[in-house]
């Protein structure tokens, strides 16, 4: 959703940095990559208890996962492959951000806080696994509150913005569950719709 409202009004600045990482021989996959080792460096942050530098990492990180689309289709490699390969690194990204913050809530003996991420990290690969196996069945499954975007924006504003954390990361918890439960009644109408045709 929120990726839908806000790419319209950056495209422009994207296409031009897509197209200087082109000249520099940067690969789409490549990009791919180097977000996911920068939200591995961001968990790790965030496990070491720096959650304000560990927020700056994420939006750095989420740079490469805006860019990566439009360096593929100025270089001509938009593949199957590489779609997959995003959204199976995505994956791990949001399990080594929540993950990070796990180990940082158990360390400091937040249990509440420990079993809330978790909720979150169960919310988010539900919300994702939800699509991927709906799409087997129907033509999509883009519905919901919180997808990847949002997660992150709103993990990276929690993180930043210390009078927030405890606000945004409630929204975290309800959102992605919201949103996962969202996919599966969505699928359940569409499946009972096209039965009934």
């Known amino acids: 959703m929120l990726r839908k409202i806000v790419y319209p009004k950056v495209e422009a600045l994207l296409t031009r940095t897509a197209g200087l990482l082109h000249k520099r021989g940067f690969s789409p996959n490549q990009l791919t990559l180097t977000g996911l080792a920068l939200n591995f460096l961001a968990g790790w942050v965030y496990a070491s208890g720096h959650l304000f530098l560990g927020a700056l990492v994420v939006l750095v990180a989420a740079l490469g996962d805006l860019l990566d689309g439009p360096l593929a289709r100025m270089s001509g490699r938009v593949t199957k492959f590489g779609g997959f390969l995003d959204s199976t690194v995505d994956r791990y990204s949001d399990f080594f951000l929540f993950g990070g913050l796990a180990i940082h809530f158990a360390e400091q003996g937040e249990m509440g806080w420990l079993v809330m991420t978790l909720g979150i990290i169960m919310g988010s690969f539900v919300t994702s696994y939800a699509k991927a196996r709906a799409e087997n069945l129907i033509p999509a499954c883009n519905v919901g509150f919180l997808e ?13 913005i210390a009078p927030l954390f405890n606000l945004l990361f409630w929204i975290l918890f309800v959102g992605t569950n919201a949103t996962a439960i969202q996919r599966i009644l969505f699928t359940q109408k569409a499946l009972s719709d096209s039965s009934t045709k």
Do not use: G, M, P, Y
Request: aromatic fraction near 0%; charge should be positive; hydrophobic fraction near 70%.
């Open 148 to 160: 990847r975007a949002e997660r992150v924006i709103l993990l990276a504003l929690a993180t930043l």
